[in-house]
C-alpha cells in the first residue's frame, strides 16, 4: 500500500471516528440530562411548587429536549458512515472504500459489511472476490437496501459468467421477501437492471433504452457522481453498438473523466480507442492498494455485447 492511499484511509478514518465519538459523547449527555432531571428534580415537590398541570407541561419538555439530543446523536452517527460510503460514491474509489471497511472494528452486523466488501470488490472488477463473499453472506440476516444490493450484484456476476437463466429465480426470490412499500421500489429497480442485461444480450437497442431511463426514473434524483458515471456507461454502451460514436463518445468521456477507479473507466477507454482510433491514456493510479486479484472466474460468455455493470443504491454502514 503506498503512502498516498494510507494518507487518504487515515482522513477519512479520522473522519469517522470524531463523528462516533460525537455522537457518543451527544448520547453520554442525553443520558446524564434525562437522569439528572428525572431523580434529583422532577419528583414529586414539583407538583406542589408549580401545579400539577405545570409539571405535566415541565415533564413533557424535559422528554422534547431528550427526544432532541437522541435525534441530533442518530443524525451525528449516520453521517459517520455516510463519510465512508462517499469513497465510494463521490470519489468513485472503490479501493478506498474496501480499504476504510477493513480499519472498522466489526461487533454487529457483519452480513452487511460483507456485503459493502461485495460491492467494493465488484466495482474495482474483482468479480471472482465479490463472487466469493457473496458465498459467505447470510441472505437472511440482510433487509432492506442490503438486502437489494446483494441480489444486484449476485445478478450482474451471473450474468457475466454466462449463468443468466438463474437471474429469473433470484427475481423471485426476492419478490416473495418483500415487505413493505421500498421493498419494492427494490424489487422495480433489480428488474430494472436485469431487463436491460437481458435486452443488450438480445441486441434489443430500444429496450435497453427504455429500462436504462427506467431505472433512473426510479433512482430519482441523483446526486453523486457514482451515480451519474453509471448511468452515462450504460447509455454508452447501447450509443456504441448502435454506431451512434458521437453521442457515445460524450458520455464515454464523460466516465474516464469522472470515474475514478471503477472498473468501468478502462471499458471506456477502451471504446473510445475503437472510437475514435486514438489510445486513451491512463493516469497513474494512485487509489490501489494494490492487493487485490482482479482475475474473473468463470469467464463471461460474450454475445457480441460490451459488458453492463449494475448500479447499486447508496450504501449504509452499521458498526
Request: hydrophobic share 40%; glycine share 6%; charged share 25%.
Amino acid at each position: 500500500m503506498d503512502r498516498n492511499m494510507e494518507y487518504k484511509i487515515r482522513k477519512v478514518m479520522s473522519s469517522y471516528y470524531k463523528r462516533k465519538w460525537a455522537g457518543a459523547g451527544i448520547c453520554a449527555i442525553a443520558i446524564i440530562y434525562l437522569i439528572y432531571l428525572g431523580i434529583f428534580k422532577m419528583d414529586y415537590r414539583i407538583s406542589l411548587v408549580v401545579g400539577g398541570f405545570a409539571s405535566l407541561l415541565l415533564t413533557l419538555s424535559v422528554f422534547l429536549v431528550y427526544i432532541t439530543l437522541a435525534a441530533v446523536m442518530i443524525f451525528v452517527l449516520m453521517s459517520a458512515s455516510t463519510v465512508i460510503s462517499e469513497t465510494l460514491m463521490k470519489d468513485c474509489d472503490p479501493y478506498l472504500f474496501e480499504a476504510c471497511l477493513n480499519r472498522l472494528t466489526i461487533l454487529f452486523y457483519k452480513d452487511r459489511i460483507a456485503c459493502n466488501h461485495a460491492m467494493a470488490q465488484y466495482y474495482q472488477g474483482n468479480f471472482a472476490q465479490a463472487w466469493e463473499t457473496l458465498q459467505r453472506i447470510n441472505i437472511y440476516k440482510l433487509k432492506g437496501r442490503f438486502r437489494f444490493n446483494y441480489y444486484v450484484i449476485l445478478c450482474a456476476l451471473h450474468f457475466r459468467n454466462g449463468t443468466g437463466e438463474r437471474v429469473a429465480e433470484l427475481e423471485k426470490t426476492y419478490r416473495a421477501g418483500i415487505r413493505n412499500k421500498k421493498d419494492q421500489e427494490y424489487f422495480r429497480m433489480l428488474c430494472a437492471d436485469n431487463n436491460l442485461f437481458r435486452a443488450m444480450e438480445n441486441r434489443d437497442y430500444e429496450s435497453a433504452f427504455r429500462f436504462v431511463k427506467e431505472r433512473e426514473e426510479l433512482a430519482g434524483k441523483v446526486s453523486y457522481p457514482w451515480h451519474r458515471v453509471l448511468f452515462d456507461m450504460k447509455e454508452a454502451r447501447i450509443y456504441a453498438a448502435m454506431g451512434e460514436n458521437e453521442s457515445a463518445k460524450l458520455k464515454l468521456r464523460h466516465v474516464v473523466e469522472r470515474g475514478g477507479s471503477l472498473f468501468c473507466v478502462e471499458e471506456a477507454r477502451g471504446l473510445l480507442e475503437k472510437i475514435t482510433g486514438v489510445k486513451e491514456v491512463s493516469e497513474p493510479e494512485t487509489g490501489r492498494t494494490g492487493e487485490l486479484e482482479t482475475v474473473q472466474t468463470g469467464e463471461t460468455v460474450q454475445i457480441g455485447e460490451p459488458e453492463q455493470e449494475q448500479e447499486t443504491v447508496q450504501i449504509e454502514e452499521s458498526v
